[in-house]
């Protein structure tokens, strides 16, 4: 990929809005419904900001509730790039944004209660990109291409285009929401939620996606954003502290992520999602525990 074909296909994707995503519960099921409504119509779900308090309430866990991220998922996509087929104007409607506001609150809360309690080791996320370069299989690099295309932000999106065409997966954004755990959605929520992160302050898709496009055949694309074992990198010793907890809370999502992938992969499982986006691709499939039994037959 030429500079300037991916310069454009970066530019191509930060311009093109999202699928709609199926619906991961009733508070997802009701925020599509909503949108996908006519601006103006008399509203097709009635007290929606009180079905998603009641949500957050009963939530036994926002980190882990697919329902919830999803639904945020949403509407941080409608102030961003948009969502296909639906209305710019819902990103500017009320309840909408006392929806979102008390859903990132109840993230944000979950995320300072996570803090003091570390849940995965602080060099996962190294130890994932170390897989990525030396032991995955080729359908596992291209499992993490396609999870990395809906984490994605900032000066990320090239690297993470060039991956998924050399990957031979779809370009699309949003095309593998449904395909990713709900560790992702946590990850990708909170990213937006506290902004783009500083060069050092992503160790994911810092050094993982670099040892994935090396893999790919498409080089270091990425590898700016390295990182040491305990995620602060360079870029710590300049971090100030008001910049330290965003820091740590997207390090936090992030190790997640890494540890749940790594998690399947050393089973021979898959770290996708049962659903018709990855049964039906051509690429993705069941070829990762596929390619394990070929593996062990040897």
Known sequence: MTPRTASASAARLQREPMAIPTPRGPVSAAIVAVVTGPIGAPPIVSSLDAQVERAVVNSRDVLTDGDLLLGLFCLHALRGDGIRGVDARWADDAVLATVRRTIEAALLEALDDRRSVPLVAADVPVRLAGYLAHEATDPEVREFAAIASVYAHGDHATAVDAALTAAG????????????????????????????????????????????????????????????????????????????????????????????????????????????????????????????ELEGAH
Do not use: F, N
């Open 169 to 292: 997966l779809e370009l699309a954004p949003g095309h593998y929401v449904d395909a990713v755990d709900v560790r992702v959605l946590a990850a990708r929520t909170t990213a937006t939620m506290l902004g783009t992160a500083a060069p050092g302050s992503s160790p994911l898709l810092g050094e993982a996606l670099a040892a994935a496009a090396e893999r790919l055949g498409v080089g270091r694309l990425g590898a700016h954003v390295g990182t040491d074992a305990d995620g602060g990198g360079r870029a710590g010793a300049s971090r100030s502290s008001g910049e330290r907890p965003r820091a740590e809370a997207l390090r936090l999502v992030e190790g997640i992520v890494a540890e749940h992938a790594l998690d399947c992969w050393v089973h021979r499982e898959s770290a996708l999602r049962a659903c018709d986006i990855v049964e039906t691709d051509p690429v993705l499939g069941s070829a990762p525990v596929e390619a394990r």
